[in-house]
């Protein structure tokens, strides 16, 4: 049976990091394809500095020429907050077949308790936890949670919900928030983000600073 990723996140903007583990996720697990999914107003961080149809035209951008990676803007059109409980729900009507595999990193696996209906995450669909080498596991619950639900392989995850998976994937140390402040003071992203989303960053002067915005015409 199939089964579709989801990968979701603030995107602000889509870096090298996010696309290179996204591409080992998809082709290590054989998915048949992971969904990036801009989150609209996410609700465990302050509010993105790029808009969200501009962080949804980045991602486009940056996986136009890879077959199985592809953009779901479904929390643009949602009104709200962006819970992934939610996105998980409208793709279990929209394929009934089909099995879920939500894609995290170990980080983010850490704090999936105060994530908004946690638990029918893990009824929804399977996890995916992106562990980079040296990524400290949590203590605690979690970690028992993780113990009593790890599947051994990757073809658990194409039955049922609720397995979860560790899959290792290259460390590359890039954030978000660095580009930002990167380019904030006048620095080029170059070769952290890809060459059409280094375009959009600077024809919409979203990251400039207040002063340079005005300059470029760019929106915020
Ligand atoms: P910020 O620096 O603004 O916090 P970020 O890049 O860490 O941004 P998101 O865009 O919200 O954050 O990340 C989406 C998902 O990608 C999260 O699950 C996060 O764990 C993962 N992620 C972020 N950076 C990397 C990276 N360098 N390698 C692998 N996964 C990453």
Known sequence: ?????????????????????????????????LRLVPAARPPHRPAPVAPAVLRAEMLEAAVADQPGLVVDRRELDRPGLSYTVDTLAELRREQPGRAIALVIGMDAYAGLDRWHRWEQLLELAHLVVMQRPGAVPPGGALAGLLEARRLAEPAELARGSGGILVCPVTALDISASAIRAEVASGGDPRYLVTDAVRRLIFESGCYARAADRVATGGTE
Do not use: K, N, Q
């Open 1 to 33: 049976m199939p089964v579709t990723g989801v990968f979701g996140g603030t995107f602000d903007p889509v870096h090298i990091g996010h696309l290179r583990c996204a591409l080992e996720v998809l082709l290590r697990l054989g998915l048949s394809e």
